[in-house]
């Protein structure tokens, strides 16, 4: 279903074949404490990739999405007001959502993400940590967490060469007042699936771990989600990787305390922005996946995201090499394209009006494309957008207002404005772009004018430049009336 028609990248499929029979549950694991932005689309794209080489070999595959939903809040995200300090150690499904548009904190960052998986038509099934949690999901790995304590906490200290707390615990209970991080665990009753605890101010309380009143921390949680969802399959960040590091200890306590086998892995490597630097919430350069979207379409996205080899870093092309990279994008697809740079000179000639666009694509050779009305209309949108936000100031396009134009062609000579009304005088409704550019050329020409400086008249009077875009096809998608006007002041 989903990016059917992309061919599978190799190292998805040396990862598929390495991973064996199934059935598999391939996962992505994010954390919904800020925007989740379009570097953290990677990891979603790799498990997406390898889901599909999996599904290619005739494997079941469960393609799960990991949000993280009950984590504390730990820190507010950029531009949350200060109040919300009172929410630290609060399970982010638990907070209210900063704008109060959403019913919480979780589902304030979540869910644009979530409506971007949709839009990319992805097969994946998006679980929030908290339900799991409240549906007892982790019931039978906590206890085995709590019953394991003194391991785990070997393998922690282990791993990270320090002493852990003397109160440490596998588990945060919930206290009354919504911390899970100040809580101290007293006693674990397995039969009951509860810890008794006391909470930062002394008050005792009970934590029924089957309904979701708490949770296991980080690093534990890890490994024991691994065995709670039969995972098979985890993409990570180079982050994560590192000695001693959060899979480091996951692995351990998966083999040494869950006797659950490690999934498969891919370490992915960070994505940036060409000239912008690393993407980074805390840095403020955050790039949403709907961003994305509003200038490639959903594969073009994948191709971009995902790069050559997403083992190795890469900056998403979203300047002036981005033409090019559309070009390629719909050269890869076999099928009919209108190249990008003519794309952007139509979308931001006519604005939105598609039928204006059929006629200039039309004339410009390209009658297909122009026949499918729901893809041009997309496609235009897209290629504005572009414009607008990314596109450097060379590329920008807007045909002047008559007013303008009167006023720019007050810098033209008296050659240029004969050669200019000449071509008035010829131009026909019915020719296409290559016939308009063999008259502005033989134009010249016949009145002995160079090329060049008739061409700079032709772009002064229409954009106030001296240069733009291919001009036949250009000419030839604007209205005759108008440019008849423009080309006798
Ligand atoms: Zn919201």
């Known amino acids: 279903m989903s990016d059917a028609g992309t061919p599978i990248p190799g190292w998805a499929e040396k990862v598929a074949e ?3 029979v199934g059935p598999h549950v391939v996962v992505a694991g994010i954390s919904t404490s800020g925007h989740i932005h379009a570097g953290n689309l990677r990891e979603v794209l790799v498990g997406e990739a390898v889901a599909n080489a999996l599904r290619a070999r005739g494997e079941e595959v469960r393609f799960v999405f990991h ?5 504390p809040l730990r820190k507010i995200a950029p531009g949350v007001p200060e109040s919300f300090e009172r929410f630290i150690g609060h399970s982010l499904s638990r907070v209210p959502d900063p ?5 919480s904190y979780a589902e304030h960052f979540l869910s644009p993400f979530e409506e971007a998986l949709r839009e990319m038509e992805m097969d994946i099934e998006v679980l929030r940590s908290h339900e799991l949690y409240e549906s007892s ?3 039978g790995v906590t206890r085995e967490a709590m019953e394991r304590e003194r391991e785990l906490r070997g393998i922690l200290q282990e791993a990270s060469g320090r002493a852990m707390p003397e109160h440490w615990s596998p588990y945060m209970p919930r206290a009354a007042s919504g911390d899970l991080t100040g809580n101290r665990v007293l006693e674990h009753l397995p039969d009951e699936s509860k810890v008794l605890f006391v909470d930062r101010g002394g008050n005792e309380g009970a934590a029924d771990y089957s309904e979701g009143e708490g949770k296991l921390g980080w690093r534990v949680e890890l490994a024991a989600r691994w065995k709670a969802l039969g995972v098979t399959f985890e993409a990570f960040g180079k982050d994560h990787t590192s000695r001693g590091g959060s899979t480091d200890t996951a692995d351990r306590m ?3 305390v869950f006797h659950y086998p490690v999934p498969g892995r891919y370490e992915y490597e960070w994505i940036g922005i060409k000239g912008r630097g690393d993407m980074s919430s805390s840095r ?3 790039l949403l996946p709907r961003d994305l979207l509003e200038i490639m379409p959903p594969d073009a996205l994948r191709r971009m995201v995902l790069g050559r080899d997403p083992a190795r870093r890469s900056d998403l092309e979203l300047g002036e090499g981005f033409p090019r990279f559309m070009d390629e994008y719909r050269t890869s697809k076999g099928e009919p394209f209108v190249p990008f740079n003519h794309l952007l000179t139509v979308a931001q000639t006519v604005g939105g009006d598609l039928e204006a666009a059929a006629v200039m694509l039309e004339r410009g050779g390209y009658g297909e494309a122009a026949r499918d009305t729901e893809r041009l209309a997309r496609d235009l949108a897209r290629a504005r957008n572009w414009a607008e936000k990314w ?18 062609a007050s810098e033209l000579d008296g050659e240029q404005r004969e050669y200019l009304a000449a071509v008035a005088g010829a131009l026909r409704p019915e020719m296409d772009g290559e016939t308009v550019q063999d008259l502005l050329y033989s134009a010249a020409v016949e009145r002995g004018l160079k090329p060049k400086k008739a061409f700079a008249a032709v772009y002064t009077v229409l954009l106030g430049k001296k240069s733009g875009p291919k001009a036949g096809p250009f000419v030839a998608g604007l209205p005759v009336e108008m440019v008849r006007e423009r080309f006798s002041m």
Request: glycine share 10%; aromatic share 2%.
């Open 99 to 103: 704008e109060g548009c959403h019913v």
């Open 284 to 286: 403020g350069i955050v």
């Open 67 to 71: 949000a993280d939903t009950i984590d």
């Open 391 to 408: 596109a450097p100031e060379s590329m920008r396009l807007r045909v002047l207002t008559q007013e303008e134009a009167r006023e720019a």
């Open 18 to 20: 390495g991973l064996g």
């Open 137 to 139: 999901l982790y019931t």
């Open 254 to 256: 998966a083999r040494e």
